[in-house]
């Protein structure tokens, strides 16, 4: 009896994955028995998915598993650029402040930015504080160099949960 004839009688299901493996690259007939007893090899580690799961993680090998930012981490990224660029920042600075930021959220840093706030109105270069008496502040006008420093706001609201600015 042939190696085949005995893995289609289904005695060599017992056998180490290699060992099927190395018949099914020689014949192409032995490809669904592979499968079957790849998935059932992986189905007994309760961490890992089959290579031909139809719903495969796409976060898997990012953050916090690596440095590799993940599906919403890009998100907030991009949302954050947009809306760095709209409120005076140039887009290379736009990006720099954006992965700094990214980088406080994995590290954190309860500290937040003005940009990042729904009470920061004006332009770039003559900035106000809508909230400017409850941020403990003595004006409405808030310094260039403030609008990107990390800080503690009392009055502090997340643009993205807040609304339009
Ligand atoms: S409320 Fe605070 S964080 Fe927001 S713009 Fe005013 S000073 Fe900045």
Redesign the pocket.
Known sequence: MSLADLMRKGSLRALATVTVATVATEEQEMASTVAEVATVAVAKSPDAKAANDPAPDLDRWCWPNSDAMNTVEIDTFTLRVVLFTERGLMPAGAEALAEKLMKRDREGDDR???IE????GGRAGSSR????R??G?GVQA?PSE?VTLP?R?????DRRKGGAA
Do not use: D
């Not at 706030?117 to 920061?120: E, I, R, S």
């Not at 504080?129 to 400017?132: N, Q, V």
């Not at 706001?153 to 609201?157: E, K």
């Open positions: 937040r930015t003005c706030c729904v009470n920061l504080c809508s909230a400017w409850s941020a502040l808030i403030w800080q706001c009392a009055a502090f609201v």
